[in-house]
């Protein structure tokens, strides 16, 4: 399945400062019987969204008309937990397109390349500057480059670069996942079984 090509992001963010965020809190267990992609985003974070009759809880970020963007801003260690690619797929179909963090779980940072949402990886120091600039100015903007690699807080002009995988950097710039990129090289893949 293809995804949104990534290139420059330029958006306002929404900030998770909470440390050690799990994929059971991202998207919780009972809602993995689905099977397609779609409606993840519908419970993302379901059990901080919403009390237990179904009402928006005012006091989460995601429920506060104050912040909005396709970027959010978490604390350290975000996706720890269980390997679940439904975690990631409830953030792309809510609308991120880019999660930062001090620190991401491996599992989880590699759902995120493949499914379409850039994770970048900064500084703790940067992220707090990140988290002091959303909280006094909840529409600074943020600009992610992934040909430069770059993360931009734009209202100061500091940044931080960021390291990818060539591969994965490569896919997501033209929106592919991996069976994507194989079906490109269809031509190629064909030529070469053609020579043997």
């Known amino acids: 399945m293809a995804y949104d090509k990534f290139t420059i992001l330029r958006d306002t963010a929404v900030p998770l400062p ?9 998207i919780p267990a009972r809602f993995l019987k689905a099977t397609e992609r779609e409606g993840f ?104 480059s992934l040909p430069e690699q770059k993360i931009t807080l734009l209202s100061t002009g500091e940044s931080e670069s960021f390291d990818i995988n060539e591969y994965k950097k490569a896919n997501m710039q033209n929106g592919f996942d991996d069976i994507d990129y194989l079906l490109n090289m269809s031509s190629e893949i064909e030529a070469f079984e053609a020579s043997r």
């Open 41 to 144: 985003g519908d419970n993302l974070f379901r059990d901080w969204r919403y009390d237990v009759e179904g009402n928006p809880k005012k006091d989460f970020v995601l429920n506060d008309p104050t912040y909005s963007g396709k970027i959010l801003v978490a604390g350290k260690n975000f996706g720890s937990g269980s390997s679940r690619e439904h975690a990631v797929w409830a953030l792309y179909d809510y609308g991120f397109r880019c999660v930062v963090s001090s620190f991401f779980a491996d599992i989880f940072k590699n759902n995120c390349l493949n499914i379409g949402v850039l994770p970048v990886t900064i500084s703790p120091e940067f992220a707090d500057k990140l988290f002091n600039a959303i909280e006094a100015d909840p529409k600074t903007e943020i600009e992610v």
């Open 18 to 26: 909470t440390e050690n965020v799990d994929t059971d809190q991202i």
